[in-house]
């Protein structure tokens, strides 16, 4: 048999081309913001993970320019070698002293982040309970360790407990979850899985990449607006959301990580983050500690549409994040809405099956803290009008 075979014949992507509502890889000519100019049309964003709108912010463009100019486009090598700067250590430093863990380290991308820890903290002889909807990346990554992976039921603590129950006492247990589910916007049962854990002698590790800058008094994420900072094992993140750069980072134990740093294949044989991206981080997370309203602004932004859409009627998954998906149900409906939504000037997200029930499409919506009421309310009518058209 052809490798190629596989490329042959009509697949979904096919079919939506040759219909006219292909809803990927729209280009964008601008920066990302709430409002921006996405093939030639100036477009209101609801399609971002840039939770706290600091992608245009001044402080953190400047910080990236000043970078760029003193360590140049690239580091040329690994943080192993000869890849690390003196500003890769010093965001650690300042992520770890924020997330109150004793170190952090980051690497190139988030899902390079989930693959580095996890291939590296777990083996052969562990189980990793897995949550059915945690993050593609999660699920590479435990392929990548070699571990025995265990998946519960979203968010179902009764089915987490029985699978825990029959793990051996001989093996390493790991009970990984996303903090906020990037689809739904759920925030997992943490205080739950703390206490399992408790009970039956495993770890935890909390994918916090839409959680930070979101969630807590200060924006530390999950475990900080569960109060259990102390009780999750390894808390992983991205730079790529509410910090308006890339990569990622694990925070834990000085032990634990220095053990990451020095046998994670994914991290050991990837170039270290670029300087730019480095700086907009740092300067990203210094704007939020001295300004922690704005996790308050982003909520407020976040429950202001929340409330609107629920008085249009519009069903949502109710969550308290930003994120707020909208069903459709229909795969195609999730097509075609997105196409409509695109001409009357408003940007959203498909998902479909698999990554949701067949019958359960949905627009995933998020918000940003500098969305204002006035693109909000643009929006909702843009949206309700659509899916009166299509009978949703």
């Known amino acids: 048999m052809d490798l190629f075979e596989k490329t042959n014949g009509e697949h979904i992507y096919d079919i939506a081309k040759e219909k006219g509502i292909y809803p990927y890889f729209h280009q964008l000519t601008t920066g990302q913001d709430t409002v921006v100019n996405m093939e030639g049309k100036k477009t209101i964003m609801l399609g971002s993970n840039n939770y706290l709108g600091l992608t245009s912010n001044e402080k953190v463009i400047e910080a990236g320019v000043n970078a760029l100019k ?35 380290l980051t690497f190139s991308t988030g899902f390079q982040s989930n693959l580095g820890i996890i291939s590296a903290i777990c083996g052969r002889n562990d189980v990793v309970l897995c949550d059915k909807e945690n993050h593609a990346s999660i699920y590479d990554a435990i392929k990548l360790s070699y571990a025995k992976m265990i998946r519960y039921e979203h968010s179902n603590m009764q089915d987490l407990e029985e699978k825990l129950k029959n793990v051996p006492s001989n093996n390493g247990i790991l009970i990984v979850t996303d903090g906020v589910f990037s689809m739904s916007g ?22 916090d990449a839409h959680g930070l800058g979101v969630l807590g008094k200060h924006g530390r994420g999950t475990a900080e607006y569960f109060n259990l900072e102390d009780d999750v094992d390894i808390i992983m993140g991205t730079f790529s959301k509410s910090l308006a750069s890339l990569g990622g980072y694990m925070a834990s134990t000085k032990k634990v990580v220095e053990y990451v740093k020095h046998v994670s294949r994914p991290y050991i044989f990837s170039a270290s983050i670029t300087p730019a991206s480095v700086a907009c981080a740092r300067e990203s997370l210094n704007i939020l500690i001295e300004n922690p309203q704005m996790v308050e602004q982003l909520n407020e932004v976040s429950n202001y549409m929340r409330i609107g859409l629920k008085n249009l009627g519009i069903k949502i ?42 019958g359960q499409a949905l627009l995933r919506t998020s918000y940003t803290a500098t969305h204002t009421h006035e693109q909000l309310d643009y929006a909702m009518k843009q949206i309700k009008e659509v899916l009166d058209i299509l009978g949703v």
Not at 74 to 93: A, P, Q, Y
Not at 196 to 202: D, R
């Open 70 to 104: 003193k360590y140049g486009s690239g580091c040329s090598g690994s943080r192993f070698l000869n890849g690390t700067l003196d500003i890769h250590v010093k965001l650690e430093n300042e992520l770890a002293n924020f997330l109150h863990k004793e170190a952090c």
């Open 186 to 207: 759920e925030i997992c049962k943490l205080p739950q899985i703390c206490s399992l854990a408790k009970k039956y002698g495993a770890r935890v590790m909390v994918d």
């Open 317 to 358: 998954i109710d969550s308290q994040t930003p994120i707020i998906p909208i069903y459709v149900y229909k795969d195609e409906y999730a097509f075609i809405a997105c196409k409509m939504l695109l001409e009357r000037g408003v940007y959203v997200n498909p998902v479909i099956s698999p990554a949701t029930p067949v």
